[in-house]
């Protein structure tokens, strides 16, 4: 893989040649290649370098801030200490290139690749179906493979043949900080584990190695091998006497030092030629929060210096060097926690590395530093955990300030002024817990306590806390109970300058027995002590948690004396953890005694051969490049010679005349070529920026910007990064005077009758009349009011389109969309040239979820109008930010309801009023009520009536989101249904029950779409779950769980779902070529969700009815195209789940027509010889002038464009009532896939989906501020699921349905309906928060059922605990001390 090659590479198009040494260019390696480049720009990343200089396109831009892992590579580095390579994964969007001098790297394509043989990594990933969209998949192999390296490197026994070192549980840490969008992280799992030593192979899902039952030997047969060590060794010859050659790298200008001593250091912080534009550098990740996009003129990399590098141990503590990165420090407080000290002090280093392995990812903490950590703690109050739980132990560190050295403890350094930028942060020390000594001094009959803790959205970290403690006690026993000699409480994270000691609460409980009341004072103190600043996000939770984890600290204590003398950790923190496990054992919820597995599942598939290969579990279509990072999106597309880059400038006001925009660089330095904006429409186009049969979009706010996210302009300069650099910083000048205020709510949208127009054919019908039903009412719910808020689509590949200039005034755009006909459409118009000027091409899009239907039309538009005009190329890849500001997301909305029932539950009549927030444009919103009503009908209501507004609104448009609508429908029916059971008393699960429809009502509410009753499978379905699932015997045992602990509540719940799909007319074209091999085209667009593995087993199946040898295997033959709008006209949209069937169709139609084509000559051919084989065939078609191109355009009959799916989910799951934390231990889904084409493709639908709603329902917090403006705008303030926080059991099973005359091939969709079951998850939670609130009112002496709420959705952490009340933990103190 070595190459010789010596490439001079330049950046921001400055050469700096290379000198010698001491000032000197860089070199390093990326899979093996050398390179040697000059630098001008320091703060160019790793990430860009790569893509920019290399070939090497498999590390993705997810982010840019370390939170996704998209970019993941891995850097094999020496250690002159060590005199060893390490190798470790790192986010290089973060890496500085400067900083990876003398390092090796890694990236997916590296490991293997389809020219030289995929990795086993690569080909497993694939086997376990564990890529849809391919875009997080090279950043979780590198992630997982980094790991794998680790575990092989230890000296642990050997594994069996073909496994690693690795355990499950390592594998499935392995890849906790990377996000997915698409799978759901069950079969990413799966991929990662059946490499672990200790894997039972049987717990591994469905794959395409082996079948269910197949014996051990076959599976491990069938498994990719893989042999430990051997494949990796990636650190080349070139670089290993460089990297032992001590050496300082610099520039002469704009420099980059890399000192190797003390001295050096300190005379470049004092040096005046550094000046104040001067950073100081160690693994950069502190750019992921704070994102400065400029440049400094000098950068001092610490990493070299010795001294900052190591740690050492003295008689005081363990001191550590500030430029040690985290995973360091952890792995030696881990070893540390082994040997050498008390037992005491062990418990304290190992609970130390505990918590700070909660810190972001393994790739952000292989490289941070904990002196970056701390020195932004201090310089910038950033909510640090290590700053907290360093402080609890009392931590000591060492600074330099000029020439001034200091050592002063880790509270005075934070409470200082900041630090200047030419301060050094030297070391940071962890005094030692020993019996005798300084301060922690222990008497002998004393015990040291030491706890941290942690309340984040995510476990396992990868997400900053709401707030943060570590807690360390000296107690003795006492004959009244348990002495407090000494204590030390730090509380961080909360909304505050930085973590504070609460001396007040520690003087108190100084010298106390500790007691009930000791602890109700001690709490009702802290809650003094612990208050946000104003203005911080769910304030009175962060309080309360600090409440409830001094609770946590202190209250084994109480009356347990005896068991001081006991386990430390144990003994305390065990009573807490009361009574659990003894209800879970010999139960089907045994998974929390399952300690080494996140995450296990089962799943029952039936593929019938009916229609071979359709019915295959077959692997997804591209599958191995995706993993191997060769896939090409449509960044990964070189730019073209003279290439420009574009950055939206977006409108942050919702309603305001733009005065003018000003960029705040000189256009010649900062490279800018253009702004663009309406002004530069061409004289027959028109501002469009989405054209659709429900309305049109403007591409730019005119002289009126009417909602914050809309785009304003687009700079358009020589890099992406000067474009971001000018579109942030650029100033737009506002006026708002006597304009209207803005309308920002729907009930200003009403008074100001501000709506979109629903077209008659797309509202729906009413059922029944709703006064007759509700006059039949023994009970009545007047105007009950539902929110919901929206979600972000959160696709990997963020918007992004290349629009290249052709000639004659054509233009040809790559986008990535899901609608390439509306662009093309849209383009055209825009530009005002005619549509066969317009070509635009798609082949793969990283992830849409519906996101890039509308949404990615303005993009395109504006890329091909600034190339247009510039005559140059121009290409556009939107940061997170800016994509999660523009793009808009779900639709909100407001239900207020009526509704009429008997006392058995069964609904007699409903209205609702539903106000739609649809932002400023239509979009698809006037579907909407179309979609909403449709999964709302899954009941039989009796009566239904309703009316839905669109509401224009000074919001971003919103779009379609996966489940548009029928997520938000599916939800109200439950919200309804648990109201109902709530008023008469009655258990939720009968009233859904009551309330199913029957064939006969289901006929009333769905009409046609209902099909025949032999298609209804829902109530079957819905008993056979509740067999399955045990639902009745887990609510008994959740009973009996609920009554025995107190701190944690468990709920269950069954939903049933009912989702109508709409067939639309696709047009297809299948080619078969000389050497029998075929092209196909479709109209859909391969979006993850495996359509284009359906349509070639499809072909394959087709084709093959002409019945001659040699096409068992013709799906290898077949290859399906990007699509290409003048190719292929007639597209339409990829949406609805339905493309995948309606595009196989059309490819059937196609298929038929070359059949019948060929079936004379095959004929003839038989006649003459024989049998007669494909490719000789094919050959004489060819020679013999048969056309061998065939295209269609499949068009649904009317009677059967729409039909049902169905399907249930049962969830249970246990909320921590201190933290508000709910885990979902189980949940078991059942789904009507017809007889599905690819099992694995629409298992990894269901689960997909089902992750993806849980994100909706439980976690996903999309908030804009009082403009409108997106606030939750990065991957630190939006919490998609990560591995962490999927179901701990998911089983599904996919019921094959058998024939449904009118499906294609009796298939089903897949794609949107499963995530509404996601809903159980939600309604679960609520039936466990109501045994919370049935607690605590017995605490407070009050008697009878609790009084009916509402949980939000998301019900994230703070939501969940407010209704399990904030103050729960002083209700039960004083209901102890009364
Ligand atoms: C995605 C992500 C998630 C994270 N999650 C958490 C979390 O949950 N909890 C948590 O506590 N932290 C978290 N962090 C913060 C992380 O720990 C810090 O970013 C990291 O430790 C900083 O170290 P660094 O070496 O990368 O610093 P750099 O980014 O190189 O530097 C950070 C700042 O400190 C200055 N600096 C660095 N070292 C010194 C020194 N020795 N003397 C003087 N100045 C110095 C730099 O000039 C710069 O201003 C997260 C970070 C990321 C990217
Ligand atoms: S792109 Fe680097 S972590 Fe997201
Ligand atoms: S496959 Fe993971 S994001 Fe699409």
Redesign the pocket.
């Known amino acids: 893989m070595e190459s010789a090659q010596l490439t001079q590479m330049e950046v921001n198009n400055t050469k700096i040649p290379p000198t010698e040494a001491g000032n000197r260019g860089l070199v390093f390696a990326v899979n093996g290649e050398k390179f040697e480049v000059a630098i001008t720009d320091h703060s160019t990343t790793l990430l860009q370098f790569l893509r920019s200089h290399t070939r090497f396109k498999s590390p993705k831009l997810g982010c840019g ?3 996704c892992g998209a970019c993941v590579v891995v850097l094999s580095k020496y250690n002159p200490v060590l005199d060893r390579v390490e190798d470790f994964s790192v ?1 290089s969007c ?1 890496t500085l290139v400067c900083s990876v001098d003398g390092c090796s790297i890694t990236t997916s394509e590296g490991l293997g690749n389809s020219k030289d043989g995929f990795h086993p990594i690569h080909e497993r990933f694939a086997g376990f179906h564990a890529s849809q969209c391919g875009y997080c998949t090279p950043g979780m192999c590198m992630s997982f493979f980094s790991a794998l390296v680790k575990a092989d490197k230890t000296n642990r026994p050997e594994p069996p043949p073909g496994f690693s070192k690795l355990t499950v549980s390592e594998a499935e840490k392995a890849i906790a900080g990377n996000l997915c969008r698409c799978t759901g992280y069950r079969p990413i799992a799966d991929a990662c584990k059946s490499f672990a030593a200790d894997v039972d192979l049987e717990d591994l899902g469905i794959n395409s190695f082996w079948r269910k039952g197949e014996p051990k030997e076959v599976k491990l047969r069938r498994l990719p091998s893989y042999t430990p060590d051997v494949r990796f060794n990636n650190y080349p010859e070139f670089l290993r006497g460089r990297s032992k050659s001590a050496k300082s790298l610099h520039f002469q200008n704009n420099s980059w030092y890399s000192p190797t001593t003390l001295e050096e250091l300190e005379s470049l912080l004092n040096s005046n030629a550094t000046g104040d534009d001067m ?11 704070y994102k400065e996009l400029g440049n400094y003129n000098r950068y001092i990399d ?1 990493r070299h210096v010795p001294e ?1 590098s190591m740690i050492r141990k003295n008689h005081q503590g363990i001191e550590i060097g ?2 040690v ?2 995973s360091k420090v952890i792995e030696f407080l881990k070893e540390e926690g082994q040997v050498n000290s008390s037992s005491d002090g062990k418990q304290v280093f190992k609970k130390i590395a505990d918590h700070m392995e ?4 393994g790739f ?1 903490r292989n ?7 701390l ?2 703690a201090q ?1 910038k109050n ?6 907290t739980v360093l402080l609890a132990v009392g931590s000591i560190v060492s600074i330099t300030t000029g020439y001034k050295h200091e050592r002063l403890t880790l509270e005075e350094f934070l409470a200082r002024p900041p ?1 200047d ?1 030419r ?4 070391s940071v020390q962890i005094p030692f817990m020993e019996p005798k000594g300084n301060a922690t001094s222990i008497a002998s009959d004393s015990n040291l306590v030491f706890e941290t803790y942690r309340a ?1 959205p995510r476990p396992l ?5 709401y707030l943060n403690a570590a807690f360390l006690a000296v107690v003795s026993p006492h004959v009244k109970g348990v002495l407090i000699n000494n204590i030390q409480l730090a509380f961080g994270a909360y909304g505050t300058k930085h973590a504070i000691r609460p001396n007040k609460v520690e003087d108190y409980l100084f010298g106390k027995i500790l007691s009930v009341n000791v602890l109700y004072e001690a709490v009702k103190l802290v809650k003094v002590a612990v208050v946000p600043d104003f203005g911080t996000s769910h304030a009175a939770y962060r309080t309360s948690l600090a409440a409830t984890f001094l609770f946590q600290f202190l209250s084994p204590f109480i009356n347990v004396g005896a068991a001081i003398s006991g386990s430390l950790s144990d003994g305390f923190t065990g009573s807490l953890q009361e009574d659990s496990s003894r209800i879970c054992n010999g139960s089907s919820i045994g998974q929390l005694t399952n300690s080494t597995s996140l995450s296990s599942a089962k799943q029952e598939v039936t593929s019938s051969r009916e229609y071979y290969p359709v019915g295959e579990p077959m692997l997804k279509s591209g599958a191995t490049i995706q993993a191997s990072g060769e896939a090409q999106y449509v960044d990964d597309i070189p730019s073209p010679p003279n290439c420009l880059h574009g950055s939206f400038i977006y409108s942050t006001k919702p309603l305001a005349r733009v005065k003018g925009v000003d960029l705040l660089s000189n256009n010649q330095l900062s490279g800018v070529a253009g702004l663009i904006s309406y002004k530069d429409i061409p004289e027959r186009g028109e501002n469009v920026g989405s054209v659709t049969m429900l309305g049109f979009e403007p591409l730019f706010a005119d002289d009126l910007t009417r909602c914050a996210g809309e785009p304003i302009a687009l700079v358009v300069a020589e890099k992406q990064k000067s474009a971001d650099l000018e579109a942030n910083s650029a100033l737009v000048k506002y006026d708002t005077e006597n304009l209207d205020p803005p309308i920002l709510t729907v009930e200003e949208a009403v008074e100001r009758s501000s709506f979109f127009e629903v077209p008659a054919f797309l509202y729906p019908k009413q059922v029944g009349d709703f006064s007759k039903g509700m006059a039949e009412a023994d009970y009545t719910i007047l105007s009950a009011e539902i929110k919901l808020r929206s979600q972000y689509h959160f696709y990997m590949e963020t918007q992004t389109a290349l629009a290249v200039p052709d000639e004659d005034n054509c233009i040809v755009v790559h986008t990535s969309t899901q609608c390439p006909e509306y662009a093309h459409r849209t383009i055209a118009k825009c530009l005002g040239i005619p549509e066969h000027n317009v070509r635009v091409i798609t082949r793969r899009v990283g992830g849409g979820f519906g996101g890039k239907a509308m949404r990615a039309i303005p993009v395109a538009t504006a890329c091909a109008l600034a190339a247009h005009k510039l005559r140059r190329p121009v290409r556009t890849y939107l940061n997170r930010k800016t994509d999660m500001i523009m793009i808009g997301g779900r639709h909100p909305m407001k239900i207020t309801y009526d509704v009429g029932f008997k006392s058995n539950g069964k609904v007699t009549a409903l209205h609702l009023d539903i106000l739609i927030n649809a932002g400023l444009s239509a979009d698809f919103s006037p579907t909407m009520s179309l979609t909403i009503i449709s999964t709302l009908k899954k009941y039989n209501w009796g009566a239904l009536s309703f009316d839905v507004k669109v509401c224009k609104t000074n919001h971003s448009s919103k779009s379609a989101m996966r489940g548009p609508g029928e997520v938000q429908g599916s939800y109200i029916a439950e919200a309804i249904i648990e109201e109902i059971a709530s008023v008469l008393l009655m258990e939720v699960d009968s009233v859904r029950n009551i309330n199913l429809h029957t064939f006969e009502s289901l006929n009333v509410f769905y009409g046609k779409a209902a099909g025949e009753a032999v298609e209804y499978t829902l109530t079957d379905m819905w008993n056979k779950l509740g067999v399955s699932s045990c639902f009745v015997q887990r609510k008994e045992m959740i009973e009996q769980f609920n009554q025995v602990n107190r701190w944690r509540k468990r709920g269950i719940s069954r939903v049933p779902i009912v989702y109508e799909v709409v067939v639309r007319p696709t047009p297809g074209k299948v080619s078969i070529l000389w050497d029998g091999t075929i092209v196909v085209e479709v109209g859909g667009i391969e979006l993850g969700q495996g359509l284009w593995t359906k349509v070639r087993q499809i072909t394959a199946y087709a084709l093959s009815s002409i019945g001659c040898n040699g096409t068992e295997n013709l799906v290898e033959k077949v290859r399906v195209i990007q699509s290409d709008t003048l190719s292929l006209v007639q597209g339409g949209l990829t949406a609805g789940s339905t493309t995948s069937e309606s595009s196989c169709e059309a490819v059937r139609l196609c298929c038929n027509i070359l059949v019948e084509r060929l079936a004379l000559l095959k004929s003839k051919l038989q006649e003459q010889m024989g049998p007669v084989n494909w490719d000789v065939l094919i050959l004489q078609a060819h020679s013999q002038s048969v056309n061998m191109a065939a295209s269609s355009y499949f068009v649904p009959q009317s009677n059967f464009m729409h039909y049902l799916n169905y399907g249930t989910a049962v969830s249970e799951v246990e909320v921590n009532i201190l933290t508000g934390e709910t885990k979902i231990l189980q949940s078991d889904i059942i789904y009507d896939s017809g007889q599905s084409m690819n099992p694995a493709v629409d298992l990894g639908q269901i689960e997909g989906s089902f992750v993806q709603g849980i994100g909706f329902f439980m976690l996903e917090e999309f908030l804009t501020n009082a403009d409108g403006l997106t606030i939750t705008d990065s ?2 303030t939006y919490k998609i699921p990560t591995i962490d926080t999927i179901p701990m059991q998911l089983n599904v099973e996919m019921l094959n349905s058998g024939h449904h005359k009118q499906r294609v091939l009796s298939s089903k969709a897949s794609g949107e309906p499963p995530l509404l079951l996601a809903v159980s998850v939600h309604c679960a939670t609520k039936a466990a928060i109501k045994e919370a609130r049935k607690q605590l009112n017995t605490w407070s002496g009050v008697d009878g059922p609790d009084s009916a709420f509402q949980l939000d959705v998301p019900a994230i952490m703070p939501v969940v605990k407010s209704l399990c009340g904030l103050d729960n933990v002083e209700r039960y103190l004083e209901s102890l001390l009364h």
């Open positions: 801030e370390g939170g986010s973060l950073r100081i550098v160690v693994g950069n990740t502190g750019m992921g929060y610490l900052l500030a430029a990165t985290i909660k810190i972001a990812s952000i490289s941070a530093s904990i002196g970056g950590n020195v932004m310089r950033f909510p640090s955990d290590i700053a630090m930028s301060s050094l942060l030297f984040a970290g990868n997400a900053l806390p991957t630190w």
